[in-house]
């Protein structure tokens, strides 16, 4: 029996060497400014509002839905006020690269181990005791702090 032909075009290799490891390796992204899902769904909600209030053509496609769906889920801050001042909060920490910065304002997690876990690059930027006293702050921002 002959092997059918394939239906899809073969994938073309990545172009660079991208990686979010021990190293960030962004390539052409390195210092490009990275936001976290509660500041994408605010620009992606505000841009909708916006055409909807222009009564422009919202031009709501199937992709929008589903990127404001993922958004509105993942988003860990609903609220303007505690968006930006997590963004304050994160922005503080230059010692970060703004990668680093939207990844720890998107994962909100609980222990200075777990974030250097998740996210390896921070290994030696930033010490466990100002990593977590960051991410008791980042708690305390969306209403069940830890303290």
């Given at each position: 029996m002959a092997t059918p032909a394939?239906?899809?075009?073969?994938r073309e290799a990545p172009q660079g060497d991208e990686?979010?490891?021990?190293?960030?390796?962004?390539?052409?992204?390195?210092?490009v400014d990275a936001l976290t899902h509660?500041?994408?769904a605010l620009v992606i909600n505000a841009l909708v509002m916006k055409r909807k209030?222009?009564?422009k053509n919202a031009n709501?496609?199937?992709m929008l839905l589903k990127t404001q769906d993922?958004?509105?889920?993942?988003?860990?801050?609903?609220?303007?006020?505690?968006?930006?001042a997590v963004e304050r909060e994160l922005s503080s920490h230059k010692e970060l690269a703004k990668f680093e910065r939207a990844q720890l304002g998107s994962l909100c997690c609980d222990s200075a181990e777990e974030a250097k876990t998740l996210i390896p690059s921070?290994?030696?930027?930033?010490?466990d005791d100002d990593l977590q006293a960051l991410l008791d702050r980042i708690t305390d921002l969306m209403g069940y702090g830890a303290n």
């Open positions: 394939p239906t899809s075009r073969t990686e979010a490891g021990a190293e960030l390796k962004l390539g052409e992204f390195q210092d509660s500041e994408a209030a222009d009564r709501e496609t199937e993922y958004l509105d889920h993942f988003a860990r801050f609903k609220n303007k006020q505690n968006v930006e921070l290994q030696d930027k930033i010490t």
